[in-house]
């Protein structure tokens, strides 16, 4: 069994930051410690003035997704390969039935493209219509394939939105399965409204697309869920995270004791929405994603969420499409294909805007990359940890390493990257994926098809919590007599 030694360098986890060498050995972490032996044979890695962490999870891509009339254009094995050049050794993709699709048809289809992934990976399965195969289907999904995360589209109104009929019925099969639900809270009733509105007064570019998906917009829809999922008794996790609004409808309900998560995407705690400004077509359309870019007062909100807690995990909705298939809605904002890119980016972004500014200590930066991740999709501590028998998904991370994002010099299978020029110190200077160097040195050496299929069993910690929570609130059966006629 190869073995590797890392040696020398401060591991930071979740809980704290220790001097301690990691053993690797196969696939697994085999020890934790201080001045551990090398194994004979040993590959031994001077950690020396790193830190030692756990690989990046993604919650949120989307590679080789088809929508709006194309496909993203990174696919599985090129997006994690990007993914381990920035310390991301884990990805949470979609499956998404389209309207009418049966539900294990599109899991067959997820399934056979992500088989070239070079690193682990997992699948939330969307529910975007309803009938009683889809219910048959969640189950199946649930006690057969590991999965335990459902996501529901609230916008895209004509292709993928779940309306609340499905919402409700999808909700109730999650709660009975032990299962988690995800939102992409935007109302798709009013962005279908406004966006027509705005079209009509003469407004055709990407400036448009914020108009036509106010922040309110996404502040109903995440309200919506949350007491629904309330109702319901199932815990809820609102992804991409863009506003105060939605943060508040989070904030609140934690407060109030729900089971409630929050996810924010990297792009959207350091980009604002200026860009949408830019006289030049394709720069503008290069961000056109939803819920779009949105003012600094939005930004320093969602940090201060992400510092209080109130978000727990960071992802990049990575769904890269390339100029030309942006220019799709040259004459229409509607048509422009939604989506961003930046799953190699994610960690050192929030390295430099998080760490490097004093606003997250190097501990709270794991959490929020990885192992808060690991623990709310029930993977920890197979991921998202250095600790023995987990898996050997480990970041040498220096924090004196520079560089200058760029397409230029990106692994990333898209022509620009909404990060240019941006100046990082910090970033991944060796990832292990299971065990094996993917990247060092500047270099990628993943394999196409190592990747793994991350089972993640639905898990009854919640409920537990949650039915005492609900007990409260049981109905008192009433006797009382008929009225005399
Ligand atoms: O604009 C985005 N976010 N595109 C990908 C699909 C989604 O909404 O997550
Ligand atoms: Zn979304
Ligand atoms: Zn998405």
Redo the contacts with the bound molecule.
Sequence with gaps: MSAILIRGGTVVTAEGEFRNDVLVEGEQIAAVGPDLDAPAGARIIDAGGAYVMPGGIDTHT?ME?P?MGTVASEDFFTGTSAAAAGGTTTCIDFVIPGPQQPVMDAWADWNGWAEKAACDFSFHVAITWWDETVERDMRKLCREHGVNSFKH?MAYKGAIMADDETLVNSFKTAAQEGALCTV?AENGELVATLQQDIYDKGIHGPEGHPLSRPPKVEGEAANRAIRIADVLGVPLYV??TSCIDSLQAITRARLDGQMVFGEVLAQHLVIDDSVYRNPDWDKAAHYV??PPFRSKKHQSALWRGLQAGMLQTTAT?H?CFCTPQKRMGVDDFRKIP??TGGIEDRMSVLWQHGVNTGRLTPSQFVAATSSNAAKIFNIFPKKGAIMPGADADVVIWDPKLTRTISKDTHHQNIDFNIYEGMEITGNAAITLSRGMVVWEDGELKTQRGRGQYVKRPCHAKYWDAIAKRNALAEPTPVSRTRPVE
């Design positions: 989307h997704l929508f589209f992409h992804v991409h994603m939803s909705d769904c939604n989506g």
